[in-house]
């Protein structure tokens, strides 16, 4: 059975026994479990551990405590090699045992996906990652709550930071109301010096908003990230396979005369929430202007190589630079 992150209410955790979350909101999944999954008796497991040790968990499921009432498995990390293993389990009819997988993104293909999409007694629930505004008005109602007085635009400043992860704005939320325990104000300075990011940007991340021409993302991410030389060349290989990508992309548009279609069959797959940022790419660029500048990365990489000691400024002039250029 297929469910919306927003329709947990619909659930019944007291019938429901076998769940998969999955997709990139790491903080709304466990959230969802925290809310809805308070029992003392928690089991948590990585994928592998399982494997490796089947009968073992086997044991650990049939086997009844007097003192444990319900078991509450988590699987981290979960893919399509644990769903034989589930399968059983589910079929057996096990009564107070509750199993929740945890998997990052899943495809179309995936075996334990479709299984949990099919079966009635089987919960299944994608959670995509936030939206700014979403991000937006939790940190409005955590400001609110807490009576601290901020700004919109520190707020705005905030969720930016946290690149569409619940996980992350919740993390700096809970440093920011330890440090204003006894005071209701907090100024710019102070939220710069409090929050920073879990991790950099992905190289992924910074050459899509580069091709997409959105100059003022593609010079946060830059001054958020923590580059190192050898980033460098990882972060211009990877543009070049996104421009690589874009250019066939642009051939099958012009072939297929329908974006959304070429999008459609395009392989590899492009992931929703991809979309709109790779039509930004597509409507951006020329085949002629893909072609020159393919020939500007290789060139860009060359100049990286010889001259290390000044690798990120070289990078950062070039990806500033191609993102403020006029369309096609």
Not at 101 to 124: A, H, P, Q, V
Not at 228 to 255: A, G, N, P, Y
Request: charged share 30%; glycine share 0%.
């Amino acid at each position: 059975m297929i469910l919306k992150s927003f329709e947990t209410n619909k659930i019944n955790f007291s019938i429901n026994n076998f769940y998969l979350f999955y997709g990139e909101n790491e903080g709304l999944k466990y959230e969802i479990i925290s809310k809805n999954f308070s029992n003392k008796n928690i089991y948590r497991y990585e994928e592998k551990e399982i494997l490796d040790n089947k009968n073992i968990f086997f044991d650990s499921i049939y086997s009844k405590s007097f003192f444990d009432n319900q078991k509450i498995i988590i699987i981290s990390r979960a893919t399509d090699k644990i769903k034989d293993i589930i399968e059983e389990i589910v079929e057996k009819k096990i009564e107070d045992v509750k199993i929740i997988l945890i998997s990052n993104i899943l495809d179309k293909k995936s075996k334990i996906r479709n299984f949990f999409e099919k079966n009635k007694k089987t919960i299944c629930i994608p959670f995509y990652s936030d939206t700014s505004q979403t991000l937006n008005s939790l940190a409005i109602k955590f400001f609110k709550d807490k009576k601290i007085s901020i700004s919109q635009e520190m707020i705005n400043y905030l969720t930016e930071r946290c690149r569409g992860s619940r996980q992350n704005l919740n993390n700096e939320l809970t440093k920011i109301e330890n440090y204003t325990k006894n005071k209701n104000k907090i100024n710019m300075e102070e939220i710069i010096k409090l929050t920073n990011l879990s991790e950099n940007y992905s190289a992924s991340e910074l050459s899509d908003n580069c091709l997409a021409k959105n100059t003022r993302k593609t010079i946060t991410i830059l001054n958020e990230n923590n580059l190192s030389k050898e980033d460098t060349i990882v972060t211009i290989r990877t543009f070049l396979s996104k421009t690589k990508r874009l250019m066939k992309l642009k051939k099958e548009v012009q072939e297929k005369q329908n974006m959304d279609l070429a999008m459609a069959n395009f392989k590899p797959p492009i992931f929703w929430k991809d979309k709109e940022l790779i039509k930004q790419q597509i409507t951006n660029w020329s085949i002629d202007k893909i072609e020159i500048l393919m020939t500007k990365i290789n060139k860009t990489e060359l100049l990286i190589k010889k001259h290390s000691p000044n690798s990120i400024n070289i990078l950062s002039d070039f990806l500033i630079n191609e993102s403020k250029k006029t369309s096609n």
